[in-house]
């Protein structure tokens, strides 16, 4: 029920104008702070629109990251509650928007959301399996990349409600041994129609 009314919450928030960063009241920035207390499943949805439209230019800087950090959790729930109406087969269109936000995410940031990093080989996999490009990963599910510390490469990061967490888990519990699918291809897929 609670996931329900987050969902609905989540999905009003564009419809919603943003704070202005020149102004934030009193009211709002208390609710900021009490948001960043409170855990995510416990959060009242009704206020999650406002939440999501504050500017985070208006905050104190000392709220920032763990303001971004909230909004990048809740944008992620939002995506994987869409992809449940979904159900399994996706049909991402070629253009589909990556949140910039997100996009540009540090890996500290990344990980104080709740996101778990995963290799080069578990994304190989996933891909594999899934049968979605990188894009279509961070479009239709919450693949992550961040960049890793200088001359390291890059980070790959999955919110651990999404359904690919389990492809990730079996890749981790069997590793490379090839499964056959007896029973048909199981788990979420992407179709060539929105390529």
């Avoid at 987050?6 to 709002?28: G, I, K, Q």
């Amino acid at each position: 029920m609670v996931k329900a009314v987050l969902a609905l919450a989540l999905w009003l928030a564009p419809s919603l104008p943003a704070a202005s960063s020149a102004a934030l009241d009193r009211d709002t920035l208390d609710m900021v702070k009490a948001f960043l207390q409170i855990p995510t499943e416990s959060l009242p949805p009704e206020h999650i629109p406002r939440f999501l439209a504050v500017d985070p230019a208006a905050l104190p800087a000392k709220l920032r990251r763990p303001f971004r950090a909230k909004r990048i959790e809740l944008r992620a729930l939002k995506r994987i509650a869409d992809g449940r109406k979904k159900g399994d087969t996706r049909a991402p269109a070629p253009d589909c928007a990556i949140d910039q936000e997100v996009a540009s995410g540090a890996p500290g940031i990344l990980v104080m959301a709740g996101f778990l990093e995963i290799s080069e080989d578990e994304e190989r996999h996933l891909m594999q399996r899934t049968r979605c490009s990188e894009r279509e990963l961070m479009c239709e599910f919450t693949l992550q990349i961040a960049s890793g510390r200088k001359g390291s490469g890059r980070r790959l990061f999955l919110q651990p409600k999404d359904p690919l967490m389990a492809l990730v888990g079996e890749y981790r519990q069997f590793g490379r041994v090839k499964q056959t699918n007896f029973f048909g291809a199981s788990g979420p897929q992407c179709t060539a129609q929105g390529r």
